[in-house]
């Protein structure tokens, strides 16, 4: 058969190991999963309530206009509905980004240590790829600026980034978006942004009313707890959006999806708690890194990247055999750090004590 030679260089996405899978290698009652930044105290009871009341319609097919959440969303963003895409998760609407924008003629640019499914989808579609180096575990945006060409079509923004959890202040980011050039996409990715605490963050929504140019991705998996049903959205210009939907696959978010989302925008309280709790958690990590003397990036999301400047996989490992599966640093390009999601208190002692176990032996 006759397949795009890229895709037979790519390496398919590997998600975080499952519970189960560990559990049987290890032979292990109890598994904590670290990897995959979900919210450790699940969903609001709002999204629960309205999914068990809503289970007798499995025959019929989504709204594929999700009007209902359409709605309840474009109130609470104050937005118009038609500013509004929705996806399968987020993942789904760069895939529909760099199906709609991406070819062997365009190119893209990127943090060289960002979300990988941005360059994943600009092999796929054959398109030149600018990764530009961070600093400090931040976005180079003047040097990403500088990357941008008149084949360009997109520029990939992840704040706070993924794995670093380092975000862009608002007077950076204004500048930034004052110099892209109007043919370019500027996609800014804000799936932690209500995990975001930093007092010069900035307003993504209103930006996208000054820069016609620029679409914001958020998602329902991470602080709302609905990683297993998958919807995100993103927010621009009517242009933006008209021009994009045609790349959106039909009923791409189904039905228990677009209930659970609509009743979880409801439960504020809930966002805030889980919000408060994660400042709370990250409080004990710090708290380990200067007792340990490691490194790590300050971070604005519901994880921490901690360098322990040995071979990262080393300490991955020595966590699953322990029952705590994190994210080696590895294949993000960190080699001697490893990414742990925060979780609860108890959740916490726990991987910090073998951490420490760790690092006493090593």
Known sequence: MRWKQQLLQLTPYQPGKSIESVKRQFNLEKIVKLASNENPFGCSKNAQSALLGNVSSLAIYPDGYATILREKLASFLQVDGDELIFGNGSDNLIQMISRALLHPEASTVMSRNTFSQYKHNAVIEGAIIKEVPDVDGEHDLPAMLEAIDDQTNVVWVCSPNNPTGTYIPEGKLI??????PP???????????????????????????????????????????????????????????????PAREPFNV??????????????????????????????QFYDFCAAHNLNYFPTQTNFILIDFKV?????????????????????????????????????NEGVLAALKEFLEQN
């Open 175 to 180: 500048s930034f978006l004052e110099k892209v």
């Open 254 to 283: 189904n039905a228990l999806a677009q209930i659970a989302a609509s009743a979880a925008i409801d439960d504020q309280e809930f966002v805030e708690q889980c919000r408060n709790r994660n400042r709370q958690g990250l409080a």
């Open 311 to 347: 071979d990262a996989d080393r300490v991955f490992q020595f966590l699953l055999e322990r029952g705590f599966i994190v994210r080696s640093g590895k294949a993000l390009g960190f080699p001697t750090a490893v990414r742990i999601t925060v979780g609860s208190a108890e959740e």
């Open 183 to 245: 043919h370019v996409l500027v996609v800014l990715d804000e799936a932690y942004f209500e995990y975001v605490i930093a007092d010069d963050y900035y307003d993504s929504i209103q930006l996208t009313r000054q820069y016609p140019n620029l679409i914001v991705l958020r998602t329902f998996s991470k602080i709302y707890g609905l990683a297993a049903l998958r919807v995100g959205y993103g927010v621009a210009n009517r242009a933006i959006i008209k021009a994009l939907e």
